[in-house]
Structures are given as C-alpha cells and as structure tokens.
C-alpha cells in the first residue's frame, strides 16, 4: 500500500513513519513517497526516517520526489501536511496581527485566516490533482487551519477527504486519566470545529463521568484545561473546551503575553527548526538524535504564552508525547482493513448539526470503515457554543469564497466578521500588511 506525504520535508514527519513501524498487520503500508517543494529538508528528513528504519525488519520502503505529480500518481492514501509560506510565513503572520494588536495564532483570528488565504488555492490544486491522478485514494488533512482546509478540499474529493487534529484526543486522554478511566475505552462527546470544540461529556462504562469532574474543584484544576481556563469557569460552562478556545475566553491577557514574548511561536519554530536542518547538513550528525532532541523541546513549549499568562506551568510529561500519527494511523487501518472504530475527525456535517448546512465541515466523533467517517449523531450546542461556531463557520465561507474569486474585498470582510478582530478598519490594516509580505496573497485584488 502506498501513502504519499505532502510536506514530506516537515519537521513531524518522523512522527508518521514511526508509527508506521509499528505496525505490522496486513495491508499496511509498505511504500512511503515524501513530497516537498525542499530538496533539502527532503533530504534531512530522509536520514532521520532512514535512522528510524535501521533495525526494522520489512521496514516501509522511502522515496522522495519534488515532482508533485509522480507522488500522487498510485497513491492508496496522502497525507498533506503542507505550509504555505514556510515558518517564515507563520511567523509573519503573528507579527502582522500582532502590531494590530489583535491575535496572530495560525488557526484562530487573524493568522489563521492569513493562513488559510494562502494555503486554500494550493489545497485546492492538491485536490484536482488527487482526483485526477489517484481517485481512488483518500486524502487525510492535517494541513491547518485544518477545518478550514478540508472543507476546500471536500469541494472536489466529497467525503474521501477527512481532516485529522490530535488536540481532542489529547483532551479526552487527560480527562480520562484524571478520572482514573482507560483512555482508549472512553467515549468522548465532543462537538465543534477544528480548534473550537467541547467535551460535554465522557463516558466510561456507559456511565457519565464528566459530571463528577467538573463538581470536584481539586480533580479538575489538577490538569491542563483546569489549569488554563480555572476552574470557575469550566463550573460555569458545564463542559471542557478544547485549549484553543483559550485564545477566545482570554484573548486579552493571550495577545499580551504574545506581545510581550521574547519571540512569537512561530518565530521560535522558525528558528529552531533552522539550527536543525541546518546541522543535518553535515553528513556525520546523528539524524535521529537531533531530531527527537528539537522534538523533545518543541512539545514541552507547546502554548507556552498561554499558560504562563494562566499560571498554568508547565507540560505534563504525559502531554509531551503528540499523537496526530497514532490518529493517522488509525484512520488508514479502519478504511484500509474494514477495521471498524471511532476518532473525532473533521467530516462534512450532513445532518449532524442542524445549525450548518450539510458541507460544512465540523469535528465530531465519527465511526469508521471502509467506507469512509461517518459522523455521529450529537446533541445540539448550548447557545453560547452555537453563536462562536456559527461565527468563525461564516469566517471560513468569507476566506472560502475570497480564494476562489481573488476578491480584496472579500478578504476583508472575512477578517472583519471574526470575532477576534474588533474593527472594519483594523481588518483593512490586515489585509494590507499581510499582502505586503506575502507573495502568495498576490491574486488578491
């Protein structure tokens, strides 16, 4: 079976092939293509990959191409894991916002709407060549703003694309561990958008368990949301948010941090990711040992700006492992093996949430087969849910519609209407400055 990765040079590819290391039934994969627009990233990742497989038996055979084409051409299953304008890019994106003194994060606000500008005509490209070239495989997304994109995406691939984001499952994991429940059998109740959803229950053994958490003070600030949000205010919500919603609930006291940080999230992985590409250009360096060693610091600087202005702390070092790959990994066992289960994905919405339309693409539990996700049946949001997810969905039809039309003034209404930039005129300022150092907001006009 053959999985073709886009972004084949990214930093967390290693990530993906390690899982699949490990697995070793049948119809697994046995050729990994690495596609990137980098020959030389591609080459760094290479040796780390190389490294990983030395003492693994039947080890995935890896090649790697910058030719977009021959990657797709056959492929049973893509990744696309892309970043439109590099870190650089990302980093850009946080200062712009920033000095508008509005939120710059790469999903939510202002940077992920600049984000998405730019990544939607190259998703949307990927998807008519997917179509084309492999019609019959299936295109998981973890490219972000990861809802945002699927939907793009969904407009020529239907439902064989499906969008993938480790944030659930790491928040189901820490309420399960908390309530002394195993992880993998918990169902988790959760309903939202990439990056702005809610446990509203969990359930162990056919019982709810989520009640008892949010009625004890102690077990609920003993973990990471606890910590990030308070624990009145999760009491007052009824339900745990996913830890994005962070950037909404205390957006003040999160710009400021990330003013008042030495640098961006962004500008760090930017630079820290170059120390690591560069040090693989020399050919004794120990590939694998640099990589896991930038990882290692990577996850524990994780929303760092955040918790610091919570009081939060530090990681749990059972948050420091990731989990997007096992996500992965689980999402081509269940299509390609028929072997039934359930992950929370993005999907489109169908009927699930009678507040959107059937294409909207939502992140809810979802069983899965060999016919694809199927989204479940959920109970409709509290009010308050229901007014954020309305709104950004609007966003992201704004950004939608401004890719595929090249309109200026559409751009800006997108930014406008989000509920984390507070000014027509500070949405004109965006657009301006963002188009300024952007090359791939040129179609703009």
């Known amino acids: 079976m053959k999985l073709t990765i886009l972004g084949g040079g990214g930093f967390r590819v290693p990530l993906v092939y390690g899982a699949l290391l490990g697995d070793r039934g049948e119809g697994r994969v046995t050729e990994v293509v690495l596609h990137d627009l980098d020959a030389g990233r591609l080459s760094a990742v290479t040796r780390v990959l190389a490294e990983q497989a030395a003492q693994v038996a039947d080890a995935p055979q890896v090649t790697a191409t910058t030719d977009l ?6 492929a049973d299953f893509v990744f696309s894991a892309i970043r439109v304008g590099g870190l650089e890019g990302r980093a850009n994106d946080e200062r712009v916002a920033l000095a508008e003194g509005v939120l710059g994060q790469e999903t939510v606000g202002a940077g992920g709407i600049a984000y998405g ?11 008519q060549r997917v179509a084309r070239l492999a019609p019959d495989a299936w295109v998981i997304n973890f490219t972000n703003p990861a809802g945002l994109v699927t939907e793009a995406m969904s407009r020529h691939l239907g439902d064989r694309v499906i969008g993938i984001c480790d944030s659930p499952v790491g928040l189901g994991r820490r309420i399960a561990r908390v309530l002394g429940g195993n992880p993998k059998e918990a169902w988790i109740d959760y309903v939202g958008l990439n990056h702005l959803g809610w446990v509203r229950g969990l359930h162990i053994a056919g019982r709810d368990e989520l009640p008892r958490l949010l009625a004890d003070p102690d077990l609920l600030g003993s973990f990471e949301e606890g910590k990030l949000f308070g624990v009145d205010w999760l009491q007052s919500l ?4 996913n830890e994005y919603l962070h950037y909404y609930y205390f957006n003040r006291e999160a710009v400021r941090a990330y003013q008042q940080a030495e640098k961006t999230r962004g500008a760090f992985l930017r630079d820290q990711q170059a120390h690591f590409y560069e040090e693989m250009r020399n050919p004794g360096a120990h590939a694998l040992a640099a990589w896991d060693r930038t990882r290692a610091e990577r996850e524990a600087t994780y929303m760092a700006e955040n918790r610091e202005s919570a009081g ?14 096992k996500v992965a990994l689980a999402l081509m066992r269940a299509i390609a093996r028929d072997e039934r289960t359930t992950l929370i994905l993005n999907v489109r919405n169908r009927s699930t949430l009678s507040v959107l339309d059937a294409e909207a693409v939502i992140e809810v539990p979802c069983l899965v087969d060999a016919n694809g996700a199927h989204p479940v049946a959920v109970a409709p949001l509290p009010e308050h849910a229901t007014g954020l997810v309305c709104a950004v969905k609007a966003v992201e039809r704004e950004v939608l519609a401004a890719a595929e039309s090249g309109s200026r003034t559409t751009a800006v209404k997108a930014f406008a209407l989000h509920p984390l930039v507070d000014s027509v005129n500070v949405a004109r300022r965006l657009v301006e400055g963002y188009t300024d ?4 907001l040129a179609y703009l006009r």
């Open 437 to 440: 150092v952007h090359p791939g």
């Open 238 to 241: 009824g339900a745990i948010p």
């Open 69 to 74: 084409d021959e990657a797709l051409r056959g």
């Open 312 to 325: 939060a702390g530090e990681r749990d070092a059972d948050d420091l492992s990731g989990g997007y790959e």
């Open 117 to 127: 500008l730019r990544t939607v005509p190259v998703a949307v490209d990927i998807a």
